[in-house]
């Protein structure tokens, strides 16, 4: 069971901010795959829906300190 979402991500300035973002994504149990586009300052995460919400992955990137909106 996996659905994917795009998140728009602030406050990245350079790649190591990209580089950071995804690494907090990849830690979370319940995520499969995550990826960080720096100049789209955008994310895009698969994951399993029966373990994680949105606002799970949402809570992720700021809790690494960034600002996170689920795009529609
Ligand atoms: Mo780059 Mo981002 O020096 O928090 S890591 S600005």
């Known amino acids: ?10 406050g990245m300035t350079c790649a ?3 580089n ?3 690494s907090a994504l990849r830690s979370v ?3 499969h795959e995550a990826s960080v586009a720096l ?3 955008q994310a895009s995460v698969v994951f ?3 373990l994680l919400k949105d606002e799970d992955i949402k809570a992720a990137i700021e809790d ?9």
């Open 16 to 18: 190591a901010c990209s």
């Open 29 to 31: 149990h319940g995520v």
């Open 64 to 72: 690494a300190g960034f600002e996170a909106e689920i795009l529609p």
């Open 20 to 22: 950071s973002v995804e």
């Open 48 to 50: 399993d829906p029966d």
């Open 1 to 10: 069971n996996t659905r994917k979402i795009k998140v728009s991500v602030g």
């Open 39 to 41: 100049l789209q300052n």
